[in-house]
C-alpha cells in the first residue's frame, strides 16, 4: 500500500484544494497568451490554489515588485472565468528594503495593493510571507480579521513561519490559521523535524511546501549527496517514472497531507507532475530516502 496521498487537501472554509497546487515565483513572462495558458494548464490539472506574492518579480528575471500578481491580473481579466475555478492565494508583509512589515498600515496597504494589482475584489487565502518579529502576533491578528470582515481576503496562513510563531498569530486570532508555507523536499527535511508537521497534524492546518523539488536540484541533481540521487533514481526505475516525480511522490507521502507547490514554466510539465499521485512508496523507500539525504542511519 502506497503512502503517497492523492486525495484533495480541505484548507479550512475555502474547501478542497489539489495535491499539487501551482506556484508564480517564475511567471514573469511577457506574453498574455502563454501566461494563460500556464494557469489554464494548471487548472485542467486539478491545481486549483494558484499561489503567488507581492514581492514575486523582484528576483527571478522578473522587473520589480508586484509585478507577477500584475501578470495574474492581466491573465484574469483577459479570462474572467477562470478566477471561479481557483482559490486565489497571495502573500504579504515583505517590503524592501526594510525588509518586513506586518503593522496594521504596512499590512493593510500590502492587502489593497494586492487586491489592485490581481483586479478581484476578494484573496481567497492571504498569507504572512515572513515574519515580522517587531509586530505583535495580537496587532497582526487584528489587522487580518479587520480585512476578513471588509470582505477583502476569506482565510489566512502563514509562510516561514516558526511552530511558536505560528502559535502565537493562533493564539491572538480569531481566525483559523489554514495553512503554513515551509520549505520541504527529499533534500530539505525540516518540517519533519522542527515540529511544523506535528503542528498541522495537531491543528488541521494544511502544510504547502514550497520548493519541494528543491530549486530544480533534485531533478539535475547537482550539489545534492551522490547517495540521495542514487536511491531517488532507483525508485524512479522500479516505478517507470524520472526522479523529480519520485521526490514530488515523497511530499505527498508525509501523514500532514502536504501539498507539493511547483512552479514550472512548461505547460507539458505541469500535466506531467500528476504522475507523481500514482507512485507507489512505502515506509522502506521513505525512510531510505531520508537516510540518504541526511547522509547518516537513522536510530
Known amino acids: 500500500m502506497t503512502l503517497v496521498n492523492a486525495a484533495p487537501r480541505r484548507l479550512g472554509g475555502l474547501g478542497e484544494i489539489g495535491p499539487i497546487a501551482y506556484g508564480m515565483w517564475r511567471f514573469t513572462g511577457s506574453d498574455l497568451a502563454e501566461r494563460r495558458a500556464l494557469v489554464e494548464a494548471a487548472l485542467d490539472a486539478g491545481m486549483n490554489l494558484i499561489d503567488t506574492a507581492d514581492v514575486y518579480g ?83 491578528a487584528a489587522t487580518l480579521g479587520a480585512l476578513h470582515d471588509e470582505g477583502k481576503i476569506r482565510a489566512i496562513g502563514v509562510s516561514n513561519f516558526t511552530v511558536a510563531q505560528t502559535e502565537a498569530l493562533a493564539a491572538h486570532s480569531e481566525l483559523p490559521v489554514v495553512s503554513t508555507q515551509p520549505e520541504y523536499s527529499a ?54 517514472v524520472n526522479r523529480a516525480t519520485v521526490a514530488l511522490a515523497f511530499v505527498l507521502a508525509h501523514p500532514a497531507q502536504p501539498v507539493a507547490i511547483i512552479g514550472t514554466q512548461q505547460p507539458e510539465r505541469i500535466a506531467a507532475s500528476l504522475d507523481a499521485t500514482r507512485v507507489t512508496l512505502d515506509r522502506g523507500d521513505v525512510y531510505s530516502i531520508i537516510q540518504a539525504s541526511e547522509g547518516q542511519p537513522l536510530p
Not at 188 to 203: E, I, K, S, V
Request: include cysteine; proline fraction near 7%; aromatic fraction near 6%.
Open 187 to 240: 533534500a530539505h527535511l525540516a518540517p519533519m523535524r522542527d515540529g511544523t508537521f506535528d503542528l498541522c497534524m495537531r491543528d488541521g492546518i494544511v502544510p504547502l511546501a514550497w520548493s519541494p523539488l528543491a530549486g530544480g536540484r533534485l531533478a539535475t541533481g547537482d550539489g545534492l549527496p551522490d547517495e540521495l540521487i542514487e536511491t531517488l533514481d532507483a525508485i524512479a526505475a522500479r516505478e517507470g
Open 58 to 140: 523582484l528576483d527571478w528575471n522578473g522587473t520589480g515588485f508586484g509585478t507577477v500578481e500584475s501578470a495574474l491580473g492581466e491573465v484574469l481579466a483577459d479570462a474572467p472565468a477562470l478566477r471561479d475555478r481557483m482559490v486565489l492565494a497571495t502573500k504579504g508583509g515583505i517590503r524592501p528594503p526594510t525588509p518586513y512589515d506586518s503593522s496594521a498600515a504596512g499590512l493593510r496597504a500590502a492587502c489593497e495593493d494586492s487586491l489592485r494589482r490581481l483586479g478581484v475584489d476578494t484573496i481567497d487565502l492571504y498569507q504572512i510571507h515572513r515574519p515580522d518579529m517587531y509586530t505583535h502576533p495580537a496587532e497582526l
